[in-house]
């Protein structure tokens, strides 16, 4: 489905900015257009609802994670997968956003997942019990706050590492079970998924786009505003050949959230307690560290993670720290020592939720 509907603004702040040959100067136009449009949108009214809900904690290798900054021999992190649910004005009224609704039950075949699983041979089981933490699927958080999936408008992830869309658009030959809602994704995203090469594909779960109808697609092809510019979908190219941020104005500013980097230490290394990333900020001149799996485009990420930080502006928790809330964000565990962030986001809740008989 082409970008036409009313619901979507093109943000035109960050055209031209990555287009000079030299990436210091891609750097600077992209921090000044970020400052313009931080301003721009602090400008435009407040999303009417944000939650955050912890669905899954799984490990993640420690040298991605922090890719050539983290100073210990712990093999992972303790990644803790979020849902964000957000509701927001239109011109055809309210409107609910999933933001990282991850079907985690039925992406186990992804094939990292798989060959961790197998590399752990009969010790798995184990494994499993200490470290994979299953909090709560998608359904039982919608659940918790009366939110039907009939009544979901929108679906977004900021890339689609490991994503198995199937049952919630239907795709291979499954009941959609949000019936009425549209994914919204960069065209770039969604076209590589269907052209992967080998160390790409160890980190999309197979078969998870297969079928999905083509009208309940929205491929987008820059960023955008959406409803009455409380959300923005703002292209962050890097961590994957489409990534986007998600962009909610709230009581407590600009939130940003991708998993360009997997914690708030990523985005201020200068300030972490964790092994190795200060020195490395201090050591490299680099202002953050990236998180990088596949590293399709290392540069481009770096970029996008200080574009990041300038629209989100620092935390109000604690002005050292930017007011990022990473979809998958590191936490502690008592198995992996020295993984702790300095701080922490958590789960994060403003505005009042609005079921649909009380929108009607």
Request: charged share 20%; with cysteine; aromatic share 10%.
């Given at each position: 489905m082409?970008l ?5 603004t ?8 990555r287009?000079?040959l ?5 750097v600077d ?10 301003r721009?949108m602090l ?9 955050s ?5 799984v490990?993640?290798?420690s040298?991605?994670?922090?890719l ?5 021999p712990?093999?992972f992190?303790h990644?803790c997968?979020?849902?964000f ?10 409107k ?8 985690w ?5 992804t094939p990292?997942?798989?060959q961790l ?9 184990v494994?499993?019990?200490?470290i ?6 998608v359904l039982?958080c919608l659940?918790?706050i009366g939110?039907?999936?009939?009544d ?6 900021d890339?689609l590492?490991?994503?198995?869309l ?6 291979a030959g499954?009941?959609a079970?949000?019936?009425?809602a549209?994914?919204l994704?960069?065209r770039e995203?969604?076209?590589s998924?269907m052209s992967l090469i080998p160390?790409q594909?160890?980190w999309?779960?197979p ?8 009208d ?6 820059d ?9 923005a979908?703002?292209r962050?190219k890097g961590?994957?050949e489409?990534n986007h941020?998600?962009?909610a104005h709230?009581e407590q500013?600009?939130l940003?959230?991708?998993?360009n980097g997997v914690s708030?230490d990523a985005?201020e290394p200068?300030y972490?307690?964790?092994?190795g990333?200060?020195d490395?900020?201090r050591r490299?001149g ?6 990088g799996?596949?590293l399709?485009?290392g540069?481009?990420?770096?970029i996008?993670?200080v574009q ?5 502006g620092p935390n ?7 007011n990022?809330?990473?979809s998958?964000?590191?936490d ?6 020295g993984?702790?962030p ?6 994060l809740?403003f505005?009042h939720?609005q079921t649909h008989?009380?929108?009607s």
């Amino acid at each position: 489905m082409s970008l036409t509907m009313s619901n979507f603004t093109t943000i035109s702040h960050f055209v031209g900015t990555r287009d000079s040959l030299r990436p210091m100067e891609r750097v600077d136009n992209v921090r000044q257009a970020a400052q313009e449009f931080r301003r721009d949108m602090l400008a435009r009214p407040q999303v009417r609802f944000y939650k955050s809900f912890e669905l899954v904690r799984v490990p993640y290798p420690s040298k991605y994670a922090y890719l050539n900054a983290f100073g210990l021999p712990t093999p992972f992190v303790h990644l803790c997968n979020r849902l964000f649910v957000i509701q927001f004005n239109s011109p055809q009224g309210l409107k609910t956003l999933l933001v990282s609704p991850s079907d985690w039950e039925h992406q186990r075949a992804t094939p990292f997942f798989a060959q961790l699983d197998a590399s752990a041979g009969r010790f798995a089981p184990v494994m499993e019990k200490a470290i994979f933490k299953k909090t709560s699927t998608v359904l039982q958080c919608l659940a918790q706050i009366g939110l039907r999936p009939d009544d979901v408008d929108y679906l977004t992830y900021d890339h689609l590492h490991t994503q198995n869309l199937t049952r919630w658009l239907g795709g291979a030959g499954q009941r959609a079970i949000f019936p009425n809602a549209k994914l919204l994704v960069m065209r770039e995203e969604w076209e590589s998924t269907m052209s992967l090469i080998p160390w790409q594909n160890q980190w999309y779960c197979p078969g998870g786009l297969e079928s999905i109808p083509q009208d309940r697609v929205v491929l987008l092809d820059d960023s955008v505003f959406l409803g009455d510019g409380s959300v923005a979908l703002m292209r962050t190219k890097g961590h994957t050949e489409g990534n986007h941020s998600i962009v909610a104005h709230t009581e407590q500013g600009l939130l940003v959230t991708s998993e360009n980097g997997v914690s708030l230490d990523a985005y201020e290394p200068k300030y972490s307690k964790i092994a190795g990333l200060a020195d490395f900020a201090r050591r490299t001149g680099s202002e953050i560290v990236i998180n990088g799996n596949t590293l399709e485009y290392g540069v481009d990420q770096y970029i996008s993670m200080v574009q990041e930080k300038c629209v989100a502006g620092p935390n109000p928790l604690d002005e050292r720290w930017s007011n990022m809330a990473p979809s998958s964000e590191s936490d502690g565990h008592w198995l992996l020592p020295g993984t702790t962030p300095t701080f922490r986001v958590g789960n994060l809740e403003f505005g009042h939720f609005q079921t649909h008989s009380a929108r009607s």
